[in-house]
């Protein structure tokens, strides 16, 4: 199989897994370190049920790893530099919207520099 074809399938399945904006979200909190679903939920305003569900999905594909502390499971980036590719993208976003303000793009890009 030519390597251009390998690369762009799994280009493809790590596209598939940002195709929620949850998971996104949840990566980008990620971003500044390891953290609990609980705290996790509460910093995004979504369940825990929900944060629990995208974190296993993620972790199947090897985006995040846990660790058991008791009865708590902390999450953290295997690769940390993948937060630092989503906010790069944010570059192509902020060039081809229509409905939502600039300033929004910008706003987000601003919290999610920050480690």
Not at 33 to 55: C, Y
Not at 67 to 93: K, N, S
């Amino acid at each position: 199989m030519p390597s251009r074809e390998i690369a762009a399938r799994e280009l493809s399945d790590i596209f598939k897994l940002l195709a929620h904006s949850d998971r996104i979200r949840l990566i980008e909190e990620l971003r500044s370190g390891e953290k609990a679903v609980g705290e996790i939920a509460e910093r995004l305003d979504i369940p825990a049920t929900r944060v629990s569900q995208h974190l296993s999905i993620l972790r199947a594909h090897r985006i995040v790893e846990e660790r058991p502390e008791g009865r708590m499971r902390y999450y953290h980036l295997v690769q940390p530099e993948f937060a630092r590719w989503i906010v790069d993208c944010l570059d192509f976003v902020e060039g081809r919207i229509d409905g939502v303000k600039r300033t929004t793009i910008k706003t987000a890009r601003r919290l999610w520099s920050v480690t």
